[in-house]
């Protein structure tokens, strides 16, 4: 039970990381038009989804942190 703590502990202390990480990656849009801005964040979002940049691995980790931390609190 205190190992499915420790790593729920990790996985949300990761996702800070990546929503500065994201954020970083979407100042870029800021001078765009709001037709543009929203093709970036589409196109952003996509990439996101394809685990090839930081971003979605420290989202991906603490995803995976956090289930396995609920899963071994529920099975223990």
């Known amino acids: 039970m205190i190992i499915g703590i420790v790593l729920i502990i990790f996985g949300i202390g990761l996702i800070p990381f990546g929503i ?3 954020k ?3 100042s870029i849009s800021k001078d765009l038009s709001f037709g543009r ?9 996509i990439d996101t989804l394809s ?10 980790l603490s995803l995976v ?3 396995a931390g609920i899963a ?3 099975l223990l």
Do not use: M, P
């Not at 929203?38 to 196109?43: E, L, M, S, T, Y």
């Not at 685990?51 to 991906?60: A, E, I, K, P, Q």
């Open 20 to 22: 500065q990480a994201l």
């Open 24 to 26: 970083e990656e979407l």
């Open 37 to 45: 801005k929203i093709i970036v964040v589409i196109v952003r979002f």
């Open 51 to 60: 685990f090839n940049n930081y971003t979605s691995w420290l989202f991906g």
């Open 65 to 67: 942190l956090i289930i």
């Open 72 to 74: 071994s609190i529920i």
